[in-house]
């Protein structure tokens, strides 16, 4: 699957955005090492915080069905569903990233032009992942 590929999948998950509270509709698609994809998109809730961003809603199906070797997730968003210029992760979706993917995991970030690159090292260095840190599962 080519990045131009994968990023019209994002575009296509966010007209699945419920989004009534900030309006701004935001879609994710995620590749796992197997060639499959994964769609998210943005769930808000009435009390704010439960909102769960595209980001995870794709890596979350895709952990439950199995997968947690992702290649490359492409992100786009924007007010009403129009993109107006990259939309790049929050900090918790970076952190949930961290968990399963390494440094060199690719963001391909849609915007009104096309789309840019960055890896999972550059939007979260230093990242902490409890595996490497505590022993409690050993
Ligand atoms: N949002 C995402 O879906 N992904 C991000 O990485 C940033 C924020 C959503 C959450 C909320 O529904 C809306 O964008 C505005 O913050």
């Given at each position: 699957m080519l990045p131009n590929e994968l990023c019209k999948l994002a575009m296509e998950a966010m007209?699945?955005?419920?989004?009534?509270?900030?309006?701004?509709?935001v879609g994710a698609a995620l590749l796992c090492a197997d060639g499959s994809v994964y769609q998210?998109?943005?769930?808000?809730?009435?009390?704010?915080?439960?909102?769960?961003?595209?980001?995870?809603?794709?890596?979350?199906?895709a952990v439950y069905d199995g997968h947690r070797d992702f290649t490359a997730i492409a992100v786009c968003g924007g007010k009403g569903g129009v993109i107006t210029g990259a939309f790049p992760p929050c900090g918790v979706?970076?952190?949930?990233?961290?968990?399963?993917?390494?440094?060199?995991?690719?963001?391909?970030?849609?915007?009104?032009?096309?789309?840019?690159?960055?890896?999972?090292?550059?939007?979260?260095?230093?990242?902490?992942?409890?595996?490497?840190h505590m022993s409690a599962n050993e």
């Open positions: 007209g699945h955005a419920y989004a009534p509270y900030s309006g701004f509709q998210g998109c943005n769930i808000e809730n009435a009390a704010y915080s439960p909102t769960n961003c595209a980001e995870r809603t794709a890596i979350f199906k979706c970076r952190q949930v990233m961290r968990e399963f993917c390494g440094d060199d995991f690719r963001i391909y970030l849609v915007n009104d032009k096309g789309f840019e690159t960055v890896t999972l090292a550059q939007l979260l260095p230093y990242g902490f992942t409890a595996g490497e």
